[in-house]
């Protein structure tokens, strides 16, 4: 078992739709990571959570540490949101990041 | 400010050949992070580098080695090239005990 796991694999949906992607994880954590990469490849980081919930314009993300669970939700989708969502966790003096595989959003106008 | 940078954007080898990848993080940053990204599969983890030490290695073969310079910046060296390590090698930058990185662009590794 992954231990980071994402869902939906893949979501598609319609331009002004309210999207969820979920994360849950199985490890503990120093911090909670949400990740989009366009097809170029590049990685911009969105959210970098360690409890609550965080926004940044039309982009929420929460975090639940006692259930070891994270949403990303994008209200008013737009087609330029399309791209692959990441969920990854940091574990403090490893370094590393661990993510899941992440989560295919397409946006239809 | 800069970004994270890499070079070269693409390198096209053959299996058996070596190929060495560089990454510059965001000045200031003394943490080096190379990750793999293969064809269909999510990003794993190969390795940290911080202040010009290797901290920490993922499951890898020896042949996935680096190094760090005293000036932060970092190589990704790949030995005996198989097709299989064809894949989107990304590095990232932060700074030690802080949790955030800084992601470059990538080098986008063909091995025929």
């Known amino acids: 078992k992954n231990e980071v796991e994402q869902s939906p694999q893949n979501l598609t949906a319609q331009e002004g739709e309210f999207i969820t992607i979920n994360c849950s994880y199985s490890v503990g954590i120093s911090a909670l990571h949400w990740l989009q990469q366009h097809p170029g490849g590049g990685i911009v980081s969105l959210f970098m959570l360690s409890s609550g919930k965080k926004k940044h314009g039309r982009l929420i993300a929460t975090i639940n540490i006692q259930e070891k669970h994270s949403s990303l939700h994008i209200t008013a989708s737009h087609p330029r949101d399309s791209a692959v969502y990441i969920c990854a966790v940091s574990r403090g003096s490893q370094g590393n990041l661990i993510f899941g595989k992440g989560t295919k959003l397409s946006v239809k106008p | 400010e800069a970004g994270v940078t890499q070079s070269p954007t693409h390198l096209i080898k053959t299996r058996g050949q070596q190929a060495t990848l560089r990454c510059s993080p965001i000045?200031?940053?003394?943490?080096v992070y190379w990750y793999q990204q293969a064809l269909g599969l999510g990003l794993q983890f190969l390795l940290w580098y911080d202040e010009g030490e290797e901290r920490n290695r993922g499951n890898f073969p020896p042949r996935f080695s680096g190094r760090q310079f005293p000036n932060y910046s970092s190589e990704l060296n790949v030995n005996a090239l198989e097709l299989e390590d064809s894949a989107l090698y990304l590095c990232?930058?932060?700074?030690?005990?802080?949790?955030?990185?800084?992601f470059g662009p990538g080098t986008r590794l063909t091995v025929l």
């Open positions: 990232a930058s932060g700074t030690s005990g802080r949790n955030e990185q800084f």
């Open positions: 000045s200031g940053h003394t943490s």
